[in-house]
C-alpha cells in the first residue's frame, strides 16, 4: 500500500532590511512569551497548523536543523518549498 506523506514546506526569515530577524513565539499572538530571536536568513520548516490572531497570520515553526519549535508572523517567512493556500 502506498502511503503519501505531506511535502515538508520550508521558509527563511525575511523580517526586511530594517530588521534583524523575528521573534520566536511560544504560542501564537502578540502577547506570548518570546522563546528567541531568529536571525534573517534563519531556515525555518513550517507545520500546516497556522492560525489567525488579530488579523494577523501566525506560522508554527521549527526552527532548524535541531532549533526550538514555536510560532512567528507568516509576513515574515519567505516560502522555499511550495505550499496550498499560502
Known amino acids: 500500500t502506498f502511503t503519501s506523506t505531506p511535502t515538508p514546506v520550508y521558509a527563511r526569515i525575511d523580517a526586511g532590511e530594517d530588521a534583524e530577524g523575528a521573534n520566536l513565539r511560544a504560542e501564537p499572538g502578540f502577547g506570548s512569551a518570546i522563546v528567541t530571536a531568529i536571525m534573517n536568513g534563519t531556515l525555518v520548516q513550517v507545520y500546516p497548523d497556522s492560525v489567525e490572531i488579530d488579523a494577523r497570520q501566525w506560522a508554527h515553526v521549527n526552527v532548524l536543523p535541531?532549533?526550538?519549535?514555536?510560532w512567528v508572523l507568516q509576513d515574515l517567512l519567505l516560502v522555499a518549498t511550495p505550499a496550498p493556500n499560502w
Open 66 to 70: 535541531d532549533g526550538p519549535e514555536g
